[in-house]
């Protein structure tokens, strides 16, 4: 049998060159599980590290039909027009139990998709969201690589995909609705410590009075979080996606912030602590996988939970004779 090869000196030049399809390969070639892929996948990320980290990182969510696809095609123009080169990345954390993707229909993006100035890469399916997080990371790296020195990484609200994708971006845009019935109180406390920006979107038409009502109410509640350590209070703009209405202002917002964390530091800290928070995450990913997949660990899993609920040893005496064997 053939032994299949792939030449990575040839990929990792046209990926600088900015070739997208070669850029597209070598996203594929890290997303692959397959055993003889993930050679080839380190040596196209070692290569690629030393020219990446010099984007400004994105992170857009907000509940499926809120906007995130119009909205980013709106502000993905505007950036585009001010030279700047776009890469979308998606992190869908139903993919991998629904196998359809809320996110894998970008048709909606039509202008971004036409542009050469634009990536759009819908979410690699994976098993845990930890999976799917380390590939999204590599192929941030890539895309920097290949010249796009704007990238977005969207994701849907729901549960920890949030917390894993403002994790690795250096800016968190929060999408709401006026009036869903949703506007404070559904709101997780912990979305709105996250965020550096709340947009109300969809402020169009006879929209516009709500979500001005809107906009005062979260300014109000953003007022009772405790200050953030690097000093960026949590902007609220409205915006319409649909009509390209304040997305300039949400452009300019986001390079004041550039500007005022670059100048003091915190960017580079907020980097540096978050290559410190995924080493430490996937140690313990890893740690925990290998640990749960052993056969004579199952095997006493089951013996040990039945003695902690017939009340014979504590759970913690079970964990330790777990860990001790
Ligand atoms: P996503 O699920 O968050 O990606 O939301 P989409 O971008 O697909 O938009 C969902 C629906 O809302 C579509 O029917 C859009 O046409 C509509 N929509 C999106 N943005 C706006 C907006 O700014 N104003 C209005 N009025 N409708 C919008």
């Not at 290949?146 to 920890?160: C, H, L, N, P, R």
């Not at 929060?174 to 979107?201: F, P, S, T, Y």
């Not at 960017?267 to 995450?281: A, D, G, M, V, Y």
Request: charged fraction near 25%; proline fraction near 2%.
């Amino acid at each position: 049998r053939q032994k299949a090869s792939i030449d990575i000196e040839a990929l990792f030049e046209s990926i600088q060159q900015g070739n997208i399809s070669a850029l597209s390969q070598a996203i594929t070639l890290v997303e692959s599980t397959a055993g003889k892929d993930s050679a080839f996948a380190k040596a196209i990320l070692g290569k690629a590290l030393p020219y990446s980290g010099d984007s400004f990182r994105l992170g857009i969510t907000g509940v499926p039909g809120v906007g995130k696809s119009t909205f980013i095609e709106s502000l993905g123009s505007t950036l585009i027009e001010s030279g700047r080169k776009v890469a979308v990345l998606a992190i869908d954390p139903s993919s991998s139990i629904t196998r359809g993707s809320i996110l894998g229909d970008k048709t909606r993006m039509e202008e971004l998709v036409k542009s050469e100035k634009a990536f759009i890469r819908p979410s690699p399916a994976g098993t845990t969201l930890g999976g799917v997080a380390r590939k999204t990371r590599e192929a941030i790296v890539l895309c920097e690589a290949a010249g796009f020195d704007f990238i977005i990484i969207e994701t849907v609200g729901v549960g920890q995909s949030e917390t894993a994708v403002h994790s690795m971006t250096d800016f968190f845009l929060l999408l709401k609705l006026a009036g869903a019935g949703d506007d404070l109180q559904g709101i997780k406390r912990g979305i709105m410590e996250m965020a550096d920006m709340i947009v109300i979107n969809k402020a169009d038409g006879e929209n516009q009075t709500a979500a001005k009502h809107a906009k005062r109410e979260f300014q109000n509640a953003l007022h009772l979080l405790p200050e953030k350590e690097h000093g960026w209070s949590t902007k609220v703009l409205t915006a319409s996606g649909l009509n390209h209405l304040g997305i300039e202002e949400v452009y300019q917002k986001i390079t004041e912030f550039q500007n005022y964390t670059n100048e003091s530091g915190s960017f580079e800290n907020r980097r540096n602590n978050q290559e410190l928070f995924w080493l430490h995450q996937t140690i313990e990913d890893q740690l925990k996988s290998e640990f749960y997949n052993r056969p004579e660990i199952q095997l006493l899993i089951e013996k040990l939970e039945r003695q902690v609920l017939e009340k014979k040893i504590t759970a913690f005496e079970a964990a330790e004779r777990l860990l001790k064997s």
